[in-house]
């Protein structure tokens, strides 16, 4: 609330609406379940409008839609202010193999298990798009 007020005050339309989706997205979340979020559902919230906005982004770019793809661009640089600090790759490679060798996993059959472990230590702050493919590619070479 705090933000969307400063971002009122400044006249920032741009945070403004980001905001203010990120806020009906958390509602309508805490309506449809009937229950009050904690902070993993809200990064998990976070982390899915992020996602849905890459992926209109691609299809914004097929499409020559310069426009709309600078405005997706721009909630997403908004809401990743609302994520905790993001792991570099090579932490994230450390945590990978580092989870594949505690759970002697040897295959892709595995992989599910591995992904399972890394959710619940990198969730939030990782793409787990990126740290899927990693493990695919550790479990696979």
């Known amino acids: 609330m705090a933000d969307m007020q400063s971002a009122m005050r400044q006249k920032d339309s741009t945070r403004l609406n980001a905001i203010r989706l990120l806020r009906a997205a958390l509602q309508r979340r805490e309506v449809d ?9 809200v990064l998990g919230i976070i982390q899915k409008m992020i996602k849905q906005s890459r992926d209109a982004i691609t299809q914004f770019e097929n499409g020559q839609r310069h426009d ?10 908004v809401l ?6 993001q792991l570099n790759e090579a932490a994230i490679i450390e945590a990978v193999a580092a ?3 505690d759970l002697g996993a040897g295959g892709l059959r595995d992989m599910g298990k591995v992904m399972g472990q890394l959710k619940a230590q990198l969730q939030g702050r990782a ?5 899927s493919t990693l493990v695919k590619e550790k479990l696979t070479g």
């Open 33 to 41: 379940e009937r229950e009050t979020l904690d902070d993993e559902g």
């Open 68 to 77: 709309l793809v600078e405005k997706e661009l721009s909630l997403i640089s």
């Open 80 to 85: 990743q202010q609302y994520l905790p600090q």
């Open 99 to 101: 989870t594949i060798s």
């Open 127 to 131: 793409d787990m798009g990126q740290v």
